[in-house]
């Protein structure tokens, strides 16, 4: 790879790594390498930033302390969210961002292990749809992976794990005060059907779910007078699937939380 390359994963930087992983962690991981461009938290940083790390490959399309301290305040709020453990501020994560000329509008994310992935064209640098990927893949630490619902058929409702997290996506981002409203519009418009010219439209179980999560959120509001919202129930379900130790819960588990709050 020539002088001055790196390495980096999942599980660390260089040869200052994670010893110790399972088959499905191995297999949910980023790899890396090449000319690495690292950012890591400063000496006076806070102790949540500790073991946070933002990893780019070849030169940033941007400032990468901006681009870092955006990934920061994003996982700080999507934590807040969902109610995540005081020990769970300080595990390590890091955040991979890969440039890939020629994708153009296309770009995808992945929620991997105490890692995100994120491929995109460099000449779109942070922008609006970029900044929710990010969001969209650490909602998924939660929905996705610490709790997922299970159709009565045993299929997993994707409606709700990916519907859901387009939902909170946007919550993420305008809890942390890193999108305006009309940062969002466009997509709002692809989950009603409606993407603007050059965007693609969301799946339809994306759609399906992110819909109804909007209209549930409204509804919890407005029956308690905006005392509880879909925040709480998200964070009931996670809950519960932690005390039971099973991250797969019945649809069933949703349904009694709504209707004990809306009849």
């Given at each position: ?262 009849g």
């Open positions: 790879l020539g002088r001055g390359a790196d390495a980096a994963s999942s599980f660390g930087f260089g040869d200052a790594i994670t010893t110790t992983a399972t088959t499905e962690e191995l297999s949910h991981a980023a790899y890396v390498a090449g000319r690495l461009w690292v950012e890591e938290p400063e000496k006076d940083a806070p102790a949540v930033e500790a073991g946070k790390r933002l990893v780019v490959v070849g030169d940033p399309p941007f400032d990468g302390r901006t681009a870092f301290r955006f990934c920061m305040s994003a996982l700080s709020a999507t934590d807040r969210l969902f109610g995540a453990a005081p020990e769970a501020a300080r595990e390590s994560f890091t955040f991979f961002l890969v440039p890939e000329p020629g994708l153009g509008r296309a770009h995808d994310g992945a929620s991997l292990t105490r890692s995100l992935g994120l491929w995109f064209d460099p000449r779109r640098g942070l922008d609006a749809g970029i900044r929710l990927t990010v969001a969209h893949e650490l909602v998924h630490r939660w929905l996705g992976g610490a709790v997922r619902l299970v159709e009565d058929d045993g299929r997993d409702a994707v409606w709700f794990s990916e519907g859901f997290t387009v939902h909170f996506a946007r919550r993420v981002l305008l809890d942390a005060g890193r999108a305006t409203p009309a940062d969002l519009l466009v997509d709002i418009r692809r989950m009603l059907g409606e993407p603007p010219a050059g965007e693609e439209q969301l799946p339809l179980d994306y759609r399906r779910g992110g819909t109804w999560a909007a209209f549930f959120d409204a509804a919890l509001r407005r029956a308690s007078g905006g005392a509880r919202s879909l925040d709480d129930v998200a964070r009931e379900l996670v809950a519960r699937a932690r005390d039971e130790r099973a991250a797969r819960l019945p649809v069933a588990a949703l349904r009694e939380i709504l209707a004990r709050d809306l």
